[in-house]
């Protein structure tokens, strides 16, 4: 995980990268992405080529098939919603201790709401 209190760029993109990189996975890394203009630079593209790392683009205009629009959607249910936090570090904290649930005390609720099932519109018949 990479987190700041600043912007998201495309250096920021860069070490969340190497992050994964580091970690030593042994396997292919396609890392998802959608279509903000600090993930598509030259940058990020020559970092990931540098660290062998398949940058996928989800298509313009569709959140329902990024997965962490649905992530953050369920934090800020969980851990936002009506709640105040006088200071920036205990409401990053909620959010963090939110995020390292996800796998056990929140896995059943996510597991429905991450599913990739979606509905095709391939063979719609025209009226």
Known sequence: ????????????????????????????????????????C???FGCAEALDIHLLYLPSYSPNLNLIERVWKFVKKKCLYSKYYSQFDTFKKAISDCLAQTHTTYKKEL?????????????????
């Not at 992050?19 to 890394?29: D, H, S, V």
């Open 42 to 44: 030259k940058l990020v």
């Open 1 to 40: 995980m990479v987190t700041n209190d600043s912007y998201i760029n495309s250096y920021t993109i860069c070490e969340l990268l190497w992050k994964i990189r580091q970690m030593n996975l042994n396997l292919p890394i396609t890392f998802v992405l959608d279509n903000a203009r600090y993930q598509k």
């Open 111 to 127: 597991d429905s709401l991450l599913t990739l099932k979606f509905q095709s519109f391939k063979d719609v018949k025209k009226v």
